[in-house]
Structures are given as C-alpha cells and as structure tokens.
C-alpha cells in the first residue's frame, strides 16, 4: 500500500518540484514550524533515503520554505526529531 503524500513546492528560483512529504514539526515553543520532505534520492551503500527539512513561514498568506542556517536551530530541530524516533522504538 502505497501511503506517500506527494506535495508541491518552488524553490526560490521559481522552479517547481514533487517531494514526498515526511511530517511536520512544531518547534518547543510553537513559534516555529518545520516541513520533512525527501525528493526520492539515497546515499551511501545502505542506500540512505536523504531528507530535507526547512522552516515554514507564512509571508501574509503565502506559504514557503526556508533553509535552515543557524546551528542552535539545526539542534533545535534534531531534538524534535529525537522526540518523534522515540516514540517509534
């Protein structure tokens, strides 16, 4: 069964892509969101699916996607993610 959730998004040149979406994240705070995607690709020889993960923001009512840049938010958000394989195991 197949339970991918295909989205939509334009990168800031304007050019549109299909990615799989993964989840969604809150930060701590619930002042900040964050979108898990993958665009299908694999590294490595254990053929590692890659995942991207960006800031949403909400620019008067259009949605986008920012990178992340600022490592304390990088550890911010390996902790959410922490929270969620927790869960799993």
Partial sequence: MDDKKMI???NSEGIKNQ????TFLNSEDDTRQYIVYT?????GVNKDIIIYISRIINDDGIIRIQEIE?????VD???LLKKIANKID
Avoid: C, R, S
């Fill in 8 to 10: 939509e998004i334009i």
């Fill in 39 to 43: 665009k299908g690709e694999t590294q």
């Fill in 70 to 74: 600022e490592d304390t938010e990088w």
């Fill in 77 to 79: 958000v390996q902790h």
């Fill in 19 to 22: 990615v799989e979406l993964v």
